[in-house]
C-alpha cells in the first residue's frame, strides 16, 4: 500500500476568490495547495476588459503579501458586447489567459453573460486565431429545462455545434458533472479538455436531499445522478490526457447558504488535494494522480510543469466544521469529516 504520494506541485484550473476582505481571507487556502489558479471573472461588477483584469490581479497579489509563491491566471468575462480587439489585446499582452463564456444566468455572477453564442462568435473566431482558450460553464438556462438535464441539453444544442463550426478553437468544458460531457470530451478532438471539481467525484445529488435540505452539498452545476458520479471517476482516472484538476471552489458565509434561498457554491479549496487523492485512492489510481493534478492541465494551456514538488501521507486529517476567512464564517467541503490523506506542508 502507498502510504506518500510526491507529485510535481499542482494547479487549480478553476477558482473564485472573490473580492475585498473575503479575497483576503480565502486566496491563501489557494496559494498553499497549488502555484497557480485560473481566476473567476465574475465579480461585481463583473471583469469585462483589460484594466478591470488588471487591477484585479494587482489585489489579489497584494492580498497574499509580498513575493508569495503563487501566480493567478486571469480570465475576462464575456458578454454580448465583447470587442474582439480588446480581447486579442489581453492575450497578447498576457493580461488574461483565456474568457469565460457564462450563459447569461446561469449562476451565480452570471446576470451580465452571454445570452445567445451567436452574439459572441466574431469574438470567438478571433480567440481561434490566436489560441486563446475559452472557458464554458456548460448549462442552458431555459426555465422549462429541468436542472438536471441543463448540461447534456447545452451539449446537445450548443456545445456540439460550436466545436463543428470552430474545430480549432480550444474549449475547456468546465466542472463538467454528468455521463454525456465525459464521453463528450472523451470522444472530441484534441482541442476540447475538461476540469471536474472534488465535489462531483464525491457526492451525487442524495448528498443535497436525503434527510434533509444541506445546502453545503448545493453548487451549480448541481450534482446528479450516481451514474454519472461514478463516470466522473472512471473519466478523472483513467489517465486520459485532457482532464485535469479544477476545484470551483466558490466560498459563501454560512449565513447565507444556510438561508430559505442559499447561495450556490462549495469552499473546498482548504482540503482539495487531500479530497482528490482520496477519490485517486478509492479508485486504485494513485499511479495517475499527478497526471490529473500536475501535468495535463500546464499541457492543455500550453505552459511549463511546476519545478515544485508537492507530499501528500497517508495520515487522517479532521476538517473543521467552520473556517474563518478574514471574518467570515465559511463551512468547507467535507466538513466535520476525518479524511485519509495530508498534505504535508
Not at 489567459?97 to 445567445?116: M, Q, R
Not at 475559452?134 to 447534456?152: C, M, N, P, Q
Not at 442559499?262 to 497526471?291: H, K, M, Q, W
Request: contains cysteine; negative net charge.
Amino acid at each position: 500500500m502507498t502510504d506518500t504520494i510526491t507529485i510535481r506541485r499542482p494547479d487549480d484550473w478553476h477558482v473564485h476568490l472573490r473580492d475585498g476582505a473575503v479575497l483576503r481571507g480565502v486566496a491563501p487556502h489557494t496559494a498553499r495547495q497549488f502555484a497557480r489558479a485560473i481566476v473567476m471573472p465574475n465579480l461585481s461588477p463583473p471583469m469585462t476588459d483589460i484594466a478591470g483584469v488588471s487591477a484585479y490581479r494587482d489585489r489579489i497579489m497584494a492580498a497574499l503579501g509580498a513575493d508569495p509563491a503563487f501566480t493567478p491566471l486571469m480570465t475576462l468575462y464575456l458578454t454580448d458586447g465583447t470587442d474582439p480587439d480588446e480581447v486579442a489585446r489581453g492575450f497578447a499582452a498576457g493580461v488574461f489567459v483565456a474568457a469565460k463564456l457564462y450563459p447569461a444566468h446561469a449562476t451565480t455572477g452570471s446576470a451580465h453573460g452571454v445570452t445567445d453564442v451567436a452574439r459572441i462568435m466574431p469574438v470567438l473566431e478571433r480567440m481561434a486565431q490566436i489560441g486563446m482558450p475559452l472557458l464554458i460553464h456548460g448549462e442552458v438556462t431555459d426555465s422549462h429545462v429541468d436542472i438536471f438535464d441543463r448540461e447534456a441539453v447545452f451539449i446537445e444544442r450548443t456545445l456540439g455545434r460550436l466545436i463543428a463550426d470552430l474545430p480549432e478553437l480550444r474549449v475547456v468544458f468546465e466542472h463538467i458533472t454528468t455521463a454525456e460531457a465525459a464521453d463528450f470530451v472523451a470522444g472530441a478532438g484534441a482541442n476540447v479538455a475538461a476540469t471536474i471539481t472534488p465535489q462531483h467525484l464525491h457526492l451525487n445529488r442524495n448528498a443535497m436531499l436525503v434527510g434533509g435540505i444541506r445546502p453545503h452539498a448545493y453548487c451549480l452545476p448541481v450534482a446528479k445522478r450516481e451514474h454519472h458520479r461514478l463516470a466522473l471517476r472512471k473519466l478523472a482516472t483513467s489517465g486520459f490526457a485532457r482532464v485535469f484538476l479544477g476545484t470551483d471552489t466558490a466560498p459563501h458565509a454560512q449565513h447565507l447558504k444556510e438561508a430559505a434561498c442559499g447561495c450556490a457554491g462549495i469552499f473546498n479549496a482548504p482540503f482539495a488535494l487531500e479530497s482528490y487523492a482520496t477519490v485517486f485512492d478509492e479508485e486504485s489510481a494513485l499511479d495517475r494522480f499527478e497526471a490529473f493534478a500536475s501535468l495535463n492541465g500546464p499541457a492543455f494551456y500550453r505552459m511549463p510543469v511546476n519545478t515544485g514538488t508537492v507530499t501528500l501521507v497517508r495520515e487522517p486529517v479532521k476538517v473543521p466544521d467552520v473556517i474563518d476567512c478574514n471574518g467570515m464564517a465559511v463551512v468547507p467541503f467535507h466538513a466535520g469529516e476525518t479524511l485519509g490523506w495530508r498534505l504535508v506542508d
